[in-house]
Protein backbone atom coordinates (compact mmCIF):
# COMPACT_ATOMS: atom_id res chain seq x y z
CA UNK A 1 0.00 0.00 0.00
CA UNK A 2 1.25 3.47 -0.89
CA UNK A 3 0.51 5.19 2.58
CA UNK A 4 3.49 7.89 1.48
CA UNK A 5 0.90 9.74 -1.22
CA UNK A 6 -1.55 10.73 1.64
CA UNK A 7 1.41 12.64 3.59
CA UNK A 8 2.23 14.31 0.39
CA UNK A 9 1.77 18.28 0.83
CA UNK A 10 -0.84 18.93 -1.17
CA UNK A 11 -2.82 15.91 -0.14
CA UNK A 12 -2.12 16.98 3.71
CA UNK A 13 -3.72 19.99 2.49
CA UNK A 14 -6.29 18.41 1.22
CA UNK A 15 -7.57 16.83 4.44
CA UNK A 16 -6.63 19.54 6.36
CA UNK A 17 -9.31 21.77 4.46
CA UNK A 18 -12.01 18.81 4.47
CA UNK A 19 -11.25 18.94 8.49
CA UNK A 20 -11.95 22.69 8.72
CA UNK A 21 -15.32 22.10 6.43
CA UNK A 22 -16.02 19.31 8.47
CA UNK A 23 -15.74 20.80 11.48
CA UNK A 24 -16.94 23.96 11.14
CA UNK A 25 -20.69 21.99 9.56
CA UNK A 26 -20.78 20.33 12.55
CA UNK A 27 -20.43 22.95 15.06
CA UNK A 28 -22.55 25.42 13.16
CA UNK A 29 -25.32 23.10 12.28
CA UNK A 30 -25.01 22.43 16.26
CA UNK A 31 -25.21 25.59 17.09
CA UNK A 32 -28.13 26.61 14.93
CA UNK A 33 -30.21 23.09 15.47
CA UNK A 34 -29.81 23.13 19.61
CA UNK A 35 -31.54 26.80 19.20
CA UNK A 36 -34.34 25.64 16.83
CA UNK A 37 -34.68 22.72 19.30
CA UNK A 38 -35.04 24.55 22.85
CA UNK A 39 -38.37 26.39 20.64
CA UNK A 40 -39.28 22.95 19.08
CA UNK A 41 -39.23 21.10 22.60
CA UNK A 42 -41.14 24.19 24.00
CA UNK A 43 -44.08 23.76 21.58
CA UNK A 44 -43.96 19.88 22.20
CA UNK A 45 -44.93 20.55 25.61
CA UNK A 46 -46.37 23.61 25.61
CA UNK A 47 -50.43 24.43 26.27
CA UNK A 48 -51.20 25.10 22.44
CA UNK A 49 -52.43 22.10 20.63
CA UNK A 50 -52.54 22.91 17.04
CA UNK A 51 -48.56 24.30 18.05
CA UNK A 52 -47.82 20.71 19.19
CA UNK A 53 -49.21 18.98 16.55
CA UNK A 54 -46.97 21.18 13.90
CA UNK A 55 -44.14 20.71 15.48
CA UNK A 56 -44.84 16.64 15.75
CA UNK A 57 -45.47 16.39 12.36
CA UNK A 58 -41.91 18.59 11.50
CA UNK A 59 -40.10 16.18 13.97
CA UNK A 60 -41.64 13.07 12.24
CA UNK A 61 -40.90 13.77 8.66
CA UNK A 62 -37.49 15.01 9.88
CA UNK A 63 -36.58 11.24 11.56
CA UNK A 64 -38.80 9.44 8.95
CA UNK A 65 -36.75 10.72 5.68
CA UNK A 66 -32.61 9.82 4.90
CA UNK A 67 -30.59 12.96 5.56
CA UNK A 68 -29.04 12.90 2.01
CA UNK A 69 -32.97 13.00 0.93
CA UNK A 70 -32.68 16.22 2.52
CA UNK A 71 -29.92 17.59 1.69
CA UNK A 72 -30.99 16.83 -2.14
CA UNK A 73 -34.03 18.71 -1.51
CA UNK A 74 -32.27 21.86 -0.38
CA UNK A 75 -29.59 22.10 -2.53
CA UNK A 76 -31.40 20.41 -5.90
CA UNK A 77 -35.15 20.99 -4.91
CA UNK A 78 -34.95 24.24 -3.35
CA UNK A 79 -31.96 25.96 -4.42
CA UNK A 80 -32.52 25.22 -8.01
CA UNK A 81 -36.49 26.78 -7.92
CA UNK A 82 -36.56 29.51 -10.74
CA UNK A 83 -38.25 31.80 -8.32
CA UNK A 84 -35.46 31.66 -5.68
CA UNK A 85 -32.65 31.71 -8.16
CA UNK A 86 -34.64 35.12 -9.78
CA UNK A 87 -33.68 36.38 -6.86
CA UNK A 88 -30.67 34.90 -4.97
CA UNK A 89 -28.24 37.76 -6.49
CA UNK A 90 -29.66 40.69 -4.55
CA UNK A 91 -32.78 39.46 -2.31
CA UNK A 92 -32.16 38.41 1.28
CA UNK A 93 -32.08 35.46 2.35
CA UNK A 94 -32.06 34.08 -1.17
CA UNK A 95 -29.23 34.77 -1.80
CA UNK A 96 -27.65 32.07 0.38
CA UNK A 97 -29.25 29.72 -1.48
CA UNK A 98 -26.35 29.50 -3.68
CA UNK A 99 -23.91 28.75 -1.34
CA UNK A 100 -23.37 24.85 -1.32
CA UNK A 101 -22.17 25.46 2.28
CA UNK A 102 -25.43 27.20 3.48
CA UNK A 103 -27.66 24.44 1.46
CA UNK A 104 -25.57 21.94 3.83
CA UNK A 105 -25.71 23.94 7.21
CA UNK A 106 -29.63 24.10 6.53
CA UNK A 107 -30.24 20.86 5.58
CA UNK A 108 -27.83 19.12 8.49
CA UNK A 109 -29.40 22.04 11.18
CA UNK A 110 -33.06 20.84 10.59
CA UNK A 111 -32.38 17.70 10.69
CA UNK A 112 -30.53 17.60 14.43
CA UNK A 113 -33.06 20.04 15.78
CA UNK A 114 -35.72 17.28 14.64
CA UNK A 115 -34.00 14.51 16.45
CA UNK A 116 -33.05 16.98 19.52
CA UNK A 117 -36.23 18.61 20.39
CA UNK A 118 -38.11 15.23 20.69
CA UNK A 119 -34.92 14.38 23.39
CA UNK A 120 -35.18 17.63 25.01
CA UNK A 121 -38.91 17.35 25.05
CA UNK A 122 -38.90 13.98 26.64
CA UNK A 123 -36.70 15.25 29.29
CA UNK A 124 -39.05 18.19 29.94
CA UNK A 125 -41.99 15.79 30.50
CA UNK A 126 -40.17 13.47 33.10
CA UNK A 127 -39.49 16.20 35.39
CA UNK A 128 -40.32 15.16 38.73
CA UNK A 129 -43.63 16.35 40.27
CA UNK A 130 -42.48 17.27 43.51
CA UNK A 131 -39.73 19.88 41.56
CA UNK A 132 -42.36 21.05 40.07
CA UNK A 133 -44.75 21.44 43.47
CA UNK A 134 -42.08 23.26 45.14
CA UNK A 135 -41.12 25.55 42.89
CA UNK A 136 -45.25 26.53 42.44
CA UNK A 137 -44.56 26.77 46.71
CA UNK A 138 -42.16 29.74 46.09
CA UNK A 139 -44.88 31.35 43.86
CA UNK A 140 -42.62 30.94 41.16
CA UNK A 141 -44.65 31.55 37.61
CA UNK A 142 -44.93 29.48 34.80
CA UNK A 143 -42.29 31.15 32.85
CA UNK A 144 -39.70 31.14 36.23
CA UNK A 145 -40.41 27.21 36.81
CA UNK A 146 -39.80 26.74 33.25
CA UNK A 147 -36.21 28.89 32.78
CA UNK A 148 -34.82 27.93 36.48
CA UNK A 149 -35.86 24.50 37.19
CA UNK A 150 -37.53 22.27 34.57
CA UNK A 151 -34.79 23.56 31.74
CA UNK A 152 -31.72 22.75 33.33
CA UNK A 153 -32.47 20.06 34.93
CA UNK A 154 -34.11 18.44 31.59
CA UNK A 155 -31.21 19.41 29.89
CA UNK A 156 -28.64 17.70 32.09
CA UNK A 157 -30.77 14.21 31.57
CA UNK A 158 -30.69 14.45 27.71
CA UNK A 159 -26.88 14.94 27.91
CA UNK A 160 -26.14 11.26 27.42
CA UNK A 161 -28.71 11.10 24.23
CA UNK A 162 -27.66 14.10 22.93
CA UNK A 163 -23.87 12.90 22.79
CA UNK A 164 -24.90 10.14 20.71
CA UNK A 165 -26.85 12.62 18.51
CA UNK A 166 -23.48 15.18 18.38
CA UNK A 167 -21.43 11.61 16.96
CA UNK A 168 -24.08 10.64 14.45
CA UNK A 169 -24.38 14.03 13.36
CA UNK A 170 -20.20 14.43 12.72
CA UNK A 171 -20.37 11.04 10.87
CA UNK A 172 -23.40 12.26 8.81
CA UNK A 173 -21.73 15.07 7.61
CA UNK A 174 -19.71 12.88 5.53
CA UNK A 175 -22.45 13.54 3.07
CA UNK A 176 -21.98 17.07 2.23
CA UNK A 177 -19.98 15.76 0.12
CA UNK A 178 -22.94 15.66 -2.26
CA UNK A 179 -23.23 18.52 -2.27
CA UNK A 180 -20.80 20.36 -5.28
CA UNK A 181 -17.98 21.93 -4.43
CA UNK A 182 -18.18 21.33 -0.55
CA UNK A 183 -14.82 19.46 0.21
CA UNK A 184 -15.09 17.91 3.44
CA UNK A 185 -12.52 14.95 4.96
CA UNK A 186 -14.87 12.56 2.06
CA UNK A 187 -14.55 14.56 -0.79
CA UNK A 188 -10.67 15.08 0.08
CA UNK A 189 -10.88 11.24 0.61
CA UNK A 190 -12.42 10.61 -3.25
CA UNK A 191 -10.39 13.61 -4.51
CA UNK A 192 -6.96 11.69 -3.71
CA UNK A 193 -8.55 7.93 -4.72
CA UNK A 194 -9.70 10.05 -8.57
CA UNK A 195 -5.99 11.37 -8.66
CA UNK A 196 -4.20 8.09 -7.71
CA UNK A 197 -6.47 5.23 -7.40
CA UNK A 198 -5.58 4.43 -3.82
CA UNK A 199 -9.10 3.25 -2.55
CA UNK A 200 -8.09 1.97 0.75
CA UNK A 201 -5.36 4.62 1.35
CA UNK A 202 -7.87 7.79 1.05
CA UNK A 203 -10.66 6.27 2.30
CA UNK A 204 -8.65 4.50 5.78
CA UNK A 205 -7.36 8.26 6.10
CA UNK A 206 -10.60 9.50 6.09
CA UNK A 207 -12.10 6.83 9.00
CA UNK A 208 -9.15 7.69 10.75
CA UNK A 209 -9.72 11.04 10.79
CA UNK A 210 -13.34 11.00 12.03
CA UNK A 211 -12.50 8.28 14.67
CA UNK A 212 -10.02 10.38 16.22
CA UNK A 213 -12.93 12.84 16.06
CA UNK A 214 -15.21 10.87 17.43
CA UNK A 215 -12.91 9.64 20.37
CA UNK A 216 -12.42 14.26 21.14
CA UNK A 217 -16.17 14.60 21.21
CA UNK A 218 -16.99 11.30 23.42
CA UNK A 219 -14.20 12.18 25.98
CA UNK A 220 -15.69 15.56 26.25
CA UNK A 221 -19.51 14.49 26.40
CA UNK A 222 -18.25 12.17 29.14
CA UNK A 223 -16.27 15.12 31.32
CA UNK A 224 -19.59 16.49 30.75
CA UNK A 225 -21.54 14.04 32.56
CA UNK A 226 -19.23 13.28 35.07
CA UNK A 227 -20.03 17.23 36.12
CA UNK A 228 -23.39 17.61 35.01
CA UNK A 229 -25.28 14.68 36.13
CA UNK A 230 -22.64 13.79 39.60
CA UNK A 231 -25.81 13.93 41.63
CA UNK A 232 -27.08 10.66 39.56
CA UNK A 233 -24.13 8.76 40.72
CA UNK A 234 -24.20 6.49 43.45
CA UNK A 235 -23.56 8.02 46.96
CA UNK A 236 -20.34 6.19 48.81
CA UNK A 237 -20.41 5.54 52.16
Not at 33 to 53: C, D, Q, S
Request: aromatic residues 16%; hydrophobic residues 50%.
Amino acid sequence: MKWYVIFEPQNLQLYATGIVTTLGLLFSSLGVGAVLALVFALALTGPWRWLRHLVGLYTYVVRGTPLLIQVYLIYYGLGQLEWIQARWDDVWPWTYFKQPFFCALLAFSLNTAGYTAEMLAGAIRETNAGELEAAQAFGMTRFQVMRRIVLPSAMRRALPAYSNEVVMMLQSTSLASAVPSMLDVTAAASRVYSDYYLPFEAYIAAAAIYLLASFCLIGVFRLAEKYFLAYLAPRRN
